[in-house]
């Protein structure tokens, strides 16, 4: 499989099997997110991989359409320095997240970002320090199989390329 093929393939999964993953995907998943770009090569992120369910059900709350991690085999938080401090920060979190995402469907598993709006609360579930800022959090899991159906040639919602490719200048 070409990384293009992929990366058309790829879909958000928010549905995921009892099913554990084996520590070799995780880290091969946690890998991809080390070796993602970085501004500067700064690498100025870090993660948490977390297992355990309660973690989980409890990071879920976090964010308002959050909920998929509590269903997840493996949950990464990517934290980053403050985000406010310089935009790209988030810009390489979003690189590691889409690394890690593309990774763990090349294994077969799927993958859901999280937005994390009460980062506090998260602070306190995880334990990280105060230097330390968790915005995006992503679910991994083997899917469910309704979660897997064909979906059509054009998925719905999607824009046409030439809606959203502009040549040269905006005209």
């Known amino acids: 499989m070409t990384a293009y093929d992929v990366i058309r393939a790829k879909r ?3 549905k995921f099997t009892d ?3 084996p520590d070799e995907a995780i880290h091969t998943i946690l ?3 080390r070796l993602a770009q970085s501004s500067k090569n700064l690498q100025e992120r870090t993660f948490i991989a977390i297992r ?3 973690t989980l059900q409890a990071v879920s709350t976090c964010g308002e359409w959050a909920g998929h991690l509590a269903g997840a085999a493996l949950g990464i938080a990517i934290l980053t320095p403050d985000p406010n401090s310089k935009f790209q920060l988030m810009f390489d979190a979003g690189q ?3 690394y890690m995402q593309l990774a763990a469907w090349e294994l077969g598993i799927g993958s859901c970002l999280a937005s994390i709006y009460d980062g506090e609360k998260a602070r306190g579930i995880l334990g990280f ?3 330390w800022h968790l915005r995006i959090a992503i679910s991994f899991g083997y899917p469910q199989p309704e979660a897997l159906e064909p979906r059509p ?3 719905e919602g999607r824009k046409d390329f030439d809606d959203l490719v502009k040549w040269d200048r905006w005209e």
């Open 12 to 14: 958000a999964i928010r």
């Open 19 to 21: 099913q554990p993953l």
């Open 31 to 33: 890998n991809a997110g």
């Open 52 to 54: 355990d369910r309660e």
């Open 96 to 98: 590691s997240a889409a």
């Open 129 to 131: 320090p105060p230097e």
């Open 153 to 155: 040639a054009k998925p």
